[in-house]
């Protein structure tokens, strides 16, 4: 069965350090990937996503990045954060692209800065 | 534009109660829906979502939801509510031409014993 897993779960930072939040899924080749932000009351905004390694598209500008280094690899990083940064971050992966298929979500990365 | 509209923030029940949490949705041709539960501090779990055919989905953890074209909606329901089915709750729905999901702000929902 496929799982996905990010880390770290719990991170604070200060404001201008940098950011790197590890995504991983295990059980499944080539999916799609996602990187949500959720915001304290608000809903899922998605960052990122990528059909393949290497392929990267974003949603919306912002100070963050994102990497796919290998198939079921997802990154996002960012060189100096924002207090705007704060929230939680959720990965998620999909089937092949234009298949519409369910997206499965990560246990999730809650990142403070302050 | 494609919109997904939670319009309850907040709902409380008392345990044993029947549940239904609104779910209304703009897009121009058939959808696809989910439901999406998330407890505190946690990932999304997938409850059940609707691609086509029979309009009454079932899901996991006893919940169902009915999609109704006519009314643009695809609200959850669950019969008796049981303290652990407090979390929040989001409806999403594909966005046209594409994998990605549009969420709804979601519905917490708080279970009384």
């Known amino acids: 069965s496929q799982t996905i897993h990010q880390w770290p779960a719990t991170l604070v930072q200060p404001v201008g350090s940098p950011l790197s939040l590890e995504c991983t899924v295990e059980g499944t080749s080539n999916p799609n990937l996602y990187w949500y932000r959720q915001a304290a009351g608000r809903g899922l905004q998605l960052l990122f996503y990528?059909?393949?390694?290497?392929?990267i598209s974003s949603e919306v500008p912002q100070n963050l990045s994102a990497s796919r280094p290998q198939d079921r690899q997802f990154i996002l990083s960012s060189k100096k954060l924002l207090l705007s940064d704060s929230g939680f971050y959720l990965c998620?992966?999909?089937?092949?692209?234009?298949?519409?298929?369910?997206?499965?979500f990560g246990p999730g990365t809650r990142l403070t800065v302050l | 534009a494609q919109s997904v509209t939670q319009p309850d923030i907040h709902i409380t029940v008392s345990e044993g109660a029947s549940l239904e949490l609104r779910c209304n949705y703009s897009y121009g041709a058939t959808p696809y829906l989910f439901w999406y539960v998330q407890s505190p501090g946690q990932g999304l779990q997938l409850l059940l979502k609707y691609f086509s055919g029979d309009t009454l989905v079932q899901g996991i953890k006893g919940f169902e939801a009915e999609f109704k074209r006519s009314q643009s909606s695809f609200n959850l329901r669950k019969p008796s509510v049981h303290w652990s089915d407090a979390a929040e709750y989001f409806c999403a729905v594909v966005r046209s031409n594409t994998d990605k999901l549009i969420f709804g702000t979601g519905t917490r929902l708080q279970v009384f014993p």
């Open positions: 998620a992966w999909g089937g092949t692209s234009g298949s519409s298929d369910t997206q499965y």
């Open positions: 990528s059909v393949g390694i290497g392929q």
